[in-house]
């Protein structure tokens, strides 16, 4: 079992910047990947970003390229993801959450494999 526990969500004004933080209980390999969803109630969840825990292969949504990155230590067994230029719209709750595939993890932004889950921390954007 992996267990994520995900930090940072606050409150801030549009073109503020939050990072997030995303503990995860032990070290995950080249099988899995970890990564970043929102949602919003009464709308399906959204992939935001994700990458192969021990390699370089990250995926971003398009409504948040050049304005997010997602980066990992995977020594510390973290994931983090900086947001700049936050917008109203980025308002949401985010979550945390990995995934394991048999060989090696090609990162994606559906979230049907994803089956490790944080309990969300909200991100609120006023304008």
């Known amino acids: 079992q992996v267990q994520l526990v995900e930090s940072g969500g606050g409150s801030v004004q549009a073109g503020g910047s939050l990072r997030l933080s995303c503990t995860y209980s032990r070290y995950l390999d080249s099988r899995y990947c970890v990564g970043w969803f929102r949602q919003v109630p009464g709308h399906n969840r959204e992939g935001v970003a994700t990458?192969?825990?021990?390699?370089?292969?990250?995926v971003y949504a398009d409504s948040v390229k050049g304005r997010f990155t997602i980066s990992h230590d995977n020594a510390q067994n973290m994931v983090y993801l900086q947001m700049n230029s936050l917008e109203s719209e980025d308002s949401a709750m985010y979550y945390c959450?990995?995934?394991?595939?048999?060989?090696?993890?090609?990162?994606?932004?559906?979230?049907?494999?994803?089956?490790?889950w944080g309990q969300g921390t909200q991100v609120t954007v006023s304008s």
């Open positions: 959450a990995a995934k394991m595939d048999r060989v090696y993890c090609v990162p994606d932004l559906s979230d049907l494999r994803f089956s490790y």
């Open positions: 990458i192969n825990s021990a390699t370089d292969a990250p």
